[in-house]
């Protein structure tokens, strides 16, 4: 089991920005991809889809078709934190975000409290 901590959500107009965080300590972070999960709002966790994703090395980003462009994955190895940049931001970005060792596929079933992204007028 890992320890997932999910920060930087927050309220913010449609085409604002904010930059989310994910600290994983005690895991030897360079050896995972990590990836960004959104939960829309009244989906169950079993919905959650797969936002971003990057390899251990920093490279192989991966993108939702409709996050390209606006959002950017990024990780920094020797902190053991990854980012998600998110740019322009859309009324449909609105969830809880999640990240989680793996390249799209969850590696462990261990998942933090989230963070909460709302995009409104």
């Known amino acids: 089991e890992v320890q997932v901590e999910e920060s930087g959500g927050g309220l913010v107009q449609p085409g604002g920005s904010l930059r989310l965080s994910c600290k994983v300590p005690?895991?030897?972070?360079?050896?995972?991809?990590m990836s960004w999960y959104r939960q829309s709002p009244g989906a169950p966790e079993k919905e959650r889809e797969l936002?971003?994703?990057?390899?251990?090395?920093?490279?192989?980003?991966h993108y939702a078709d409709a996050v390209k462009g606006r959002f950017t994955i990024s990780r920094d190895n020797a902190i053991n934190m990854a980012y998600l940049q998110m740019d322009n931001l859309q009324p449909e970005d609105t969830g809880a975000y999640f990240c989680?060792?793996?390249?799209?596929?969850?590696?462990?079933?261990?998942w933090g409290q989230g963070t909460q992204v709302t995009v409104s007028l």
């Open positions: 989680n060792p793996g390249y799209g596929v969850v590696v462990f079933n261990s």
């Open positions: 005690g895991l030897t972070f360079s050896n995972y991809a």
């Open positions: 936002v971003a994703a990057i390899l251990g090395n920093g490279g192989g980003e």
